[in-house]
Every structure is written in structure tokens, then in C-alpha cells.
């Protein structure tokens, strides 16, 4: 295992937050894993992956671990379906392209989300009418006290709307090693639910859509609307979608009724906080180096040069406003590092 000291985060994390990591390692094996956690070089250990939704606003006084175990494998398979073990450094949106291209279904609404395959679980990413735990059946995880491998069943992961065991009770105990997914390999089952992707399906024309027309739409809608952090620093969606009680829903629309939102399984619902910031005037609006992306309020933007600071101040003008405004309290979806 390879340490190097004071090395600048800028390329590891996609807001392009220039801070300092104190000690750094890439994490290429297991055995690197366990060496690192073993070698006690600072006592706070950082768990640094894609880098994709996380605002740091200091320097990491720490040892940052990148995790970078490559590997994918077929474990197991039958005539529908296959199982799929993908190591945690994978980048996804290459797992879900790799996928495809064999005409394995389940992971097509996902495409394009940033980020690595490992950390995936922990918030449960989720898009376009599908999230992770869909077709999630386990996944493998290093404690970081004793090093030692545990499997966690879907049951253990207790998923939620961007939540998880992992960013509660678990939350700094594991480093999560390793994914597996139950995926079609005949018979898929395209979910089209989402009206944007109706909408652009019916433009290009097609009736039947395969997975991989799924797949493009899906990267169609999302390069319309999403910034490419390549091009324009940004962590995804800054905020969860608050949602509201049947009672507390009720009121708000009465009082708004153009408001969109969706109404969730158990009968409360879930208000856009895109459509709220939108309302409050934030869209497109830019101050200093950071701002809010003109398609889509949800997410805030680093046009160069702006710091966590500059970035959390603009959230917390943000929160204030719909506050006010709505009476609606949105909660960050980033994990903000201080
Ligand atoms: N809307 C506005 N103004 C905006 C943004 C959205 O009015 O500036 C309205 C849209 O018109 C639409 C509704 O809000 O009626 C929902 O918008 P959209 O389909 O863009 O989805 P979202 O609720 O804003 C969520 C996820 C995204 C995911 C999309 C698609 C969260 C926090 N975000 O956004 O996830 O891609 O749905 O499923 O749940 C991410 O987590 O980083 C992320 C990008």
C-alpha cells in the first residue's frame, strides 16, 4: 500500500472542491483494503470513492482510503437470470453500459448516475422509477474495527428513499467491498413509468422498447437536464424530495395547487424540492462561483473556484426560502464533510 501525504481532492470529488487529503492511499485489492485499515497512520479514516455526492468543505485531516477494487463476475445463473458480483471500485455507469451490451435488464433507469458501484447502496441511488434495491440481493463489506468480511442480505440493509443501514447505524463501521444483482437475461421487464421517458420514447418513435432504448432515454433525459460534472462541477440533487403527510400534503396544495408531486406507496407524498426551489426564484441564479443549475433547481453548481463554504451558505439561503415560503424543511442528499 502506497501512502501519499497533502494530495489535492479537486480530481476525486465531483463539485471540484480543491481540499487537501493529509495522508492518501488507493485501495486496489482486499489486501490493500485490510493492510490500510491495519496500518493505523492517522486514527480518522476517510472513505473516498467516486467522489459523487459530497460537498467537502475543509481540508480531510485523515487517512483518505480511494477505493479502486476492479472486478465484475457471473456467480451464478439460470435461463432468466443472472447473478452478478461487481467489485465496489467499478464506476456504474460502465457496469450498467457492460451490462447491456450482454442484455442483462434491471439497472437500465440507472444509467449515467455517477459515482462507483460500491457506494451505490448506501444511499440507494434511485432514478426514473427504479432504485438499486430492486435488483439487489447482497453485498460484501470490510469492518473497519477487525477487517473482517461480512454479507449483508437485502433485509440487512433496511433501504429506504436515499437511505440505508450504511448511513445510519452502520454508518463509518463498514467499507463496502463488493455489489451482487439478480438480473433478467430474458423476458425484461423495461419500466417506462417515469412520463419523461414515455415522452421521449414516443419521439424517437418506438412502441416496444427494448432495455437499451430504456438506457437511451433515460441518458437523453438526464443530459438535458443534469450538468456533466466533467464540465460543470455538481454532486446530483443537493436535496431530497421532502416528503409530506396525507394532512400536512392536503394544506400545502390547497394553498398551491399547480405544485407537481408524487404520491408515495404508504400515502403521504412527495413534493418535487426542485419545483419549490424553482418557486422561490433560485433557478439559474449564480453567486460568485457558486450557483444553481438553470434545468434544474435541485442541483447546486461549482462554475471553478467556489469553496464548501461558499456552497453550504447558498443550500442554507436555499432551506431559509422554502422554509419561508412553502413551511416545507428540505434536508441535504449530499453528505456535507466537515
Ligand atoms: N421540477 C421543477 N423545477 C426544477 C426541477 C424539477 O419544476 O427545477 C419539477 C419537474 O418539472 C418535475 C418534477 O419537478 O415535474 C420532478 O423533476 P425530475 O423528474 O427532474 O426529478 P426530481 O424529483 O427533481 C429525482 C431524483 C433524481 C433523479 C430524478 C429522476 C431526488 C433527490 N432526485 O429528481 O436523482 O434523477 O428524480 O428519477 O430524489 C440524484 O439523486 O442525484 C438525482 C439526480
Not at 482486499?30 to 492517522?42: F, G, N, Q, V, Y
Not at 480518522?44 to 485531516?61: A, H, K, P, V, Y
Not at 460568485?288 to 438553470?294: M, R, T
Not at 461558499?310 to 422554502?322: D, F, R, S, W
Request: charged share 25%; hydrophobic share 35%.
Amino acid at each position: 500500500m502506497n501512502v501519499q501525504e497533502n494530495i489535492s481532492l479537486k480530481p476525486y470529488n465531483t463539485f471540484g472542491i480543491d481540499a487537501k487529503a493529509r495522508y492518501w492511499s488507493e485501495i486496489s485489492s482486499i489486501t490493500d483494503l485490510k493492510e490500510a485499515l491495519r496500518s493505523k497512520i492517522h486514527p480518522r479514516l476517510f472513505i473516498l470513492s467516486g467522489g459523487s455526492n459530497m460537498l467537502i468543505t475543509q481540508d480531510i485531516d485523515a487517512h483518505v482510503l480511494y477505493i479502486n477494487i476492479k472486478g465484475k463476475e457471473i456467480i451464478k445463473e439460470d435461463d432468466d437470470h443472472v447473478y452478478l458480483k461487481v467489485m465496489a471500485g467499478e464506476v456504474w455507469h460502465d457496469m450498467v453500459v457492460w451490462c447491456l451490451e450482454r442484455d442483462f435488464g434491471g439497472l437500465e433507469n440507472l444509467s449515467l448516475i455517477p459515482g462507483r458501484t460500491g457506494t451505490a447502496p448506501i444511499q440507494n441511488i434511485g432514478a426514473y422509477g427504479i432504485e438499486l434495491k430492486d435488483t439487489f440481493v447482497s453485498c460484501e463489506a470490510m469492518a473497519i474495527d477487525d477487517g473482517t468480511i461480512k454479507e449483508f442480505t437485502k433485509e440487512d440493509c433496511r433501504f429506504g428513499y436515499r437511505e440505508s443501514y450504511f448511513k445510519n447505524e452502520g454508518k463509518g463501521k463498514y467499507v463496502i467491498t463488493s455489489v451482487t444483482f439478480k438480473l433478467s437475461k430474458r423476458n425484461h421487464n423495461p419500466n417506462t413509468s417515469y412520463g419523461a421517458i414515455n415522452t421521449q420514447l414516443e419521439q424517437w418513435g418506438i412502441k416496444e422498447p427494448s432495455i437499451q432504448d430504456v438506457s437511451k432515454a433515460v441518458v437523453a433525459i438526464r443530459q438535458s437536464k443534469l450538468p456533466d460534472p466533467e464540465v460543470l462541477g455538481n454532486s446530483g440533487s443537493f436535496f431530497k424530495n421532502p416528503v409530506l403527510s396525507k394532512a400536512k400534503f392536503e394544506t400545502f396544495i390547497s394553498e398551491h395547487p399547480t405544485a407537481k408531486y408524487f404520491k408515495v406507496s404508504d400515502g403521504s407524498y412527495k413534493v418535487p424540492a426542485g419545483w419549490l426551489i424553482e418557486q422561490c426564484g433560485f433557478k439559474g441564479k449564480r453567486y460568485g462561483d457558486a450557483g444553481v443549475h438553470k434545468n434544474q433547481a435541485l442541483v447546486l453548481v461549482n462554475y471553478g473556484n467556489a469553496t464548501g463554504h461558499e456552497l453550504i451558505g447558498l443550500a442554507q439561503k436555499i432551506t431559509e426560502a422554502v422554509y419561508e415560503t412553502f413551511g416545507i424543511a428540505i434536508q441535504p442528499e449530499v453528505n456535507i464533510i466537515k
